[in-house]
């Protein structure tokens, strides 16, 4: 694989990676004449230029494996038995060279650098006929879209490289890590600027004030932990957290999308809830689309009844937490055997499970979805990366803060909404295990409980450590409605605190030998 230092994306690559956008989240003009000199003239370039940022090439490698592999592999909600990558996720025994890792390196990083050439050929080639608030909110949508990257980097490994100029990798391709203090400064630099300059609203899909606002939230609920190892968190910034996040809960004008189960329904896709969703086109190549439904179990439900190459099957551990209560999330989520499915195969009369697998982003067939040109590789599905409840959930704990536990009426109110929603019964108070918990079920499968537990380890590290150490990650058999765990998969070795920074992969440590050295300051 390429290492971050080979990515030096030029810009007519990143016009070009248009293509793969949703056709009607921005209708584009014929290419065959474009240049960098020529495209950024008018404010209708600009906009088409930061569509290219929402999917296809920058965000297909992050998508296709990472994404729910290190956010819910190995934070213990899946597992994948036959895939040895995805095993040494599970079984915290990852190496140097594990292709997962390494993608989701690469492919973060691809998605800055494609930021990156945006942001200068705008502030370079655009002309000064162009509004300087189109500018800066064309610039808003790149700096919105590089700050989630960097959140997933810095999360992933912690001190890593901060690059605004990819050009400069040309003569100086050997780079320093920055400290995490500095790279989470960046990513707020990057939020508080888009909060700034994106507008209140825009065409479905597209990032908007309370996208940037609802992301601040969360990456300063983070940073109050940092340094923080005795439980106690930052108050200033659990302040700004409770700011920006409560911000989106009461002046954004969103709710809740009413069903939890249709959310995930592709005809639903960049509703009110979603706040930031990838774009993904039908009919389009290899690396270039939605290649989630490759993990089907089946290819009686897959596009072209194709694949269902990857079989990745749900914990005891997360099993457990679902109540008899709770159907609605867990059975959007995973599928147990006898659970039916209308609306996958709905021509075939339905697909009813004969396994314990995953159901969220399983959208079925072509025919399903009214999309004759859906590929098993480009799913038309939006899978969103933030909505509305994850927000309404840090802005909970944002309230909570450093209490042992809290009954106050506005953290109730957001986190019984998504309770409510769920069908469950609401909570008289909650504390951190509540809320952690509540995360897990509501999240599930989009790749956000492993960052849940880093942002607990920097605070409360035993704690976090406690949470992995004491789960069932292992399948299990389901029968009459009684689940009966599986041996594991493998030796699984004990998490400790060190278990929530990943290791540097080793082609970009041979490609990068400055990478081991100690991190330096960003800022001075």
């Known amino acids: 694989m390429k290492s971050i230092y080979a990515l030096i994306v030029p810009l007519l690559f990143v016009i070009v990676s248009i293509t793969s956008c949703q056709k009607d989240f921005l ?21 088409l230029a930061t569509a290219a940022l929402y999917g296809g090439s920058p965000w297909w490698q992050w998508n296709t494996q990472p994404y729910m592999m290190l956010g819910d592999v190995m934070s213990g909600n899946l597992i994948s038995q036959w895939w040895g990558d995805a095993v040494q996720l599970n079984t915290f025994s990852i190496t140097g060279q594990n292709a997962i ?48 990257a960097y959140y997933h980097l810095v999360m992933l490994w912690g001190d890593v490289p901060i690059i605004e100029d990819n050009t400069k990798l040309i003569s100086s391709p050997l780079v320093n890590r920055n400290t995490k203090a500095d790279v989470y400064r960046f ?3 990057d939020l508080i600027f888009a909060s700034r300059n994106l507008p209140a609203t825009d065409a479905a899909g597209r990032a908007t004030t309370w996208s940037a606002q609802g992301m601040a939230g969360k990456v300063y609920l983070t940073m109050s932990g940092l ?38 329904k592709t005809q639903f896709n960049d509703n009110p809830e979603s706040l930031f969703a990838l774009q993904w086109a039908p009919g389009v190549t290899y690396g270039f689309g939605n290649m989630l439904q490759t993990y089907s179990p089946s290819s009686d439900i897959t596009p072209n009844n194709q694949g269902a190459w990857l079989f990745l099957q749900p914990t005891y551990d997360l099993y457990k937490l679902y109540s008899k209560k709770d159907t609605i999330r867990r059975k959007a989520s995973f ?58 959930l840090v802005y909970a704990e944002a309230i909570l803060g450093n209490n042992g536990s809290t009954a106050d009426g506005e953290a109730l109110q957001y986190f019984n909404a998504v309770r409510k929603r769920a069908g469950v019964d609401p909570a008289p108070s909650l504390n951190i295990d509540t809320l952690i918990q509540e995360r897990r079920k ?22 976090a450590v406690s949470f992995l150490n004491d789960q069932q990650r292992v399948t299990f058999a389901y029968s009459s409605g009684i689940a009966t765990p599986n041996a594991p998969i493998g030796s699984i070795t004990p998490a400790n605190p060190g278990t929530f920074t990943l290791q540097l992969p080793s082609a970009e440590l041979t490609a990068n030998p400055k990478l081991a050295d100690a991190p330096v300051r960003y800022y001075h």
């Open 27 to 47: 209708e584009r003009p014929s290419l065959s004449q474009i240049s960098s000199d020529n495209f950024y003239q008018t404010t209708a370039d600009l906009r």
């Open 101 to 148: 890792m390494q993608q989701a390196w690469t492919g973060l990083y691809i998605v800055v650098a494609h930021c990156n050439s945006t942001i200068n050929a705008i502030r370079e080639k655009a002309p000064a006929s162009i509004p300087e608030s189109d500018k800066n909110a064309a610039i808003a949508e790149a700096r919105f879209i590089r700050a989630m």
């Open 187 to 189: 990513i707020t630099a």
């Open 227 to 264: 340094s923080q190892e005795g439980g106690s968190r930052n108050q200033t910034y659990l302040d700004s957290a409770k700011f920006y996040a409560g911000n989106v809960c009461k002046n954004s004008g969103r709710s809740l999308f009413p069903s939890y189960y249709d959310l995930f």
């Open 335 to 392: 599928m147990l055997p006898g659970d039916k499915y209308p609306e996958l195969n709905a021509a075939g009369g339905g697909y009813t499970s004969n396994s314990s697998t995953l159901k969220k982003h399983m959208v079925g067939t072509q025919t399903d979805n009214n999309s004759p040109n859906m590929t098993l590789v480009s799913s038309v599905e939006h899978n969103s990366l933030l909505r509305l409840a994850d927000v309404y």
């Open 442 to 463: 509501e999240l599930a499968y989009e790749g956000h409980y492993w960052f849940d537990l880093v942002r607990l380890s920097y605070y409360d590290p035993q704690k």
